[in-house]
Structure formats: C-alpha cells, structure tokens
C-alpha cells in the first residue's frame, strides 16, 4: 500500500534516497510554483510527471479529495565539478469542486512509493547517464474515479493536456510491456546475428585462402 506524506516529509525522503543513490553528491530539492514547462535553462534537464496520486485540501470550505491525475513538474541540474544537484519541483494545484471557490489548492499529500522513484530514476538517466530502470507508474490499475475534471485542475489550465480514460492508458502500459520485452529480445538477438556474421565472414575468408593456396603453385 502507498504511504502518503506530506510535502516536507516527501522532500525528507527524497534527501535519504539520494544519499543512498549517490552518496558522493549533495542534493537540494526546491518548491518553485513559477515553473514553466519547457523553459528550462542551460544544462538544465525537465522530468513532467503527468499521473501521480495526491490528495487536496479546500482552504476555503475544508473539503477534500483524491486525485490520481496530480501533475509534478521537475527541472534538474548537476555541477559534476563541484558535485553537487538541484532540483526544482512544481505540484500543479486543482480548484475545488464542492464549493466552487477560484482559490487553487495545492496538494497536502504525496504518494512516496510512486514519485520518489521516478524521479530518482529520470535523474539518474539524465544527469548521470545511466540506466534508471524500467519504472513506471501503473495508473490504469487504479480504481476508475470517472473523467478528469479538467476545468478544475492548473495543469490542464496552462495546456499540458494528460488526462486519458483508463482504456487509453491500458493499451499503453501494454505496448510499454511489449516494447520493453522486445528490446529484452532484441539483444539477444543481435548478439546471436553478430556471432554468426562473424562465423560467415571467417568462413569466406578460409575459403579465399584455401583457393589461392591451390591456385599458387599453377602460377609458377
């Protein structure tokens, strides 16, 4: 089950992820509600996280609510000489849809078991050029709470177009899978091509020597 935190307790955990990840760097971690996506400046590196699960609270009605449609947006620096990281982190907020206030909220809890290792896995993979794995968020297996209520949410707002219905997102994960275990395959493969073209190419090559050799002394 996923262990919700709140946005400080959710930074606390990225610090202790990181340092286990890479204790040889130091890393902060930022709030930046001015983000923009796509302006990013240079050697800095984008991560748009379009489905994370947050809950909201209405500071003027006190309602709240569950969405599994949170956008988190990251831009990502690493220094390697002075080996040292940033990272600057926008929650896209959602107005709430109860009292109908034009006051935005933001989220009050993360999911810490989804979005820490996603973003550990895009900073690997874009700062440090290695491989973050093959995470991903599984959101077509969560309950279907109905269509995204896109009039409410900052993100949509500002024209990041992410929601989809469950039916979309289940043919994706599944060409995900295929593509994924394709590439598992495709190595294998070309290893197995690559030894035989070798084997081919030698055996063309004793063949060109076999039939000078006997050719030679015909020459004399």
């Known amino acids: 089950m996923s262990t919700s935190l709140t946005t400080c307790e959710w930074k606390k955990v990225f610090y202790e992820k990181m340092e ?17 996506p796509n302006e990013l400046a240079p050697g800095w590196k984008q991560y748009l ?20 449609h949170v956008v988190i947006l990251f831009h990502m620096y690493l220094d390697r000489a002075q080996r040292a990281g940033s990272v600057r982190m926008r929650v896209f ?8 206030t034009a006051r935005l909220d933001e989220a009050s809890m993360l999911e810490e078991n989804i979005e820490s290792p996603v973003l550990i896995a895009s900073l690997r993979e874009q700062c440090y050029d290695e491989d973050g794995g093959q995470y991903r968020i599984h959101v077509a297996s ?4 109905g269509p995204h209520l896109s009039e409410f949410c ?24 295929f593509s ?6 495709g190595l294998g493969y070309n290893f197995f091509s690559l030894r035989w073209c070798l084997f081919w190419a030698s055996l063309c090559l004793l063949v060109v020597y076999l039939q000078f050799s006997f050719r030679s002394p015909a020459l004399l």
């Open 142 to 145: 969560r309950p279907d709470r």
């Open 93 to 100: 907020k959602q107005l709430c849809y109860e009292c109908g």
């Open 49 to 68: 996280e379009q489905h994370a699960s947050g809950r909201f609270h209405c500071s003027w009605c006190w309602h709240t609510w569950q969405s599994p």
């Open 20 to 36: 286990v990840a890479k204790p040889a760097d130091s890393w902060e971690l930022i709030m930046d509600p001015n983000l923009k």
């Open 154 to 177: 900052e993100a949509c707002q500002e024209g990041i177009v992410h929601w989809k219905p469950s039916e979309k997102l289940l043919e994706e994960e599944a060409a995900f899978a």
């Open 180 to 185: 994924d275990a394709s590439k598992q395959r």
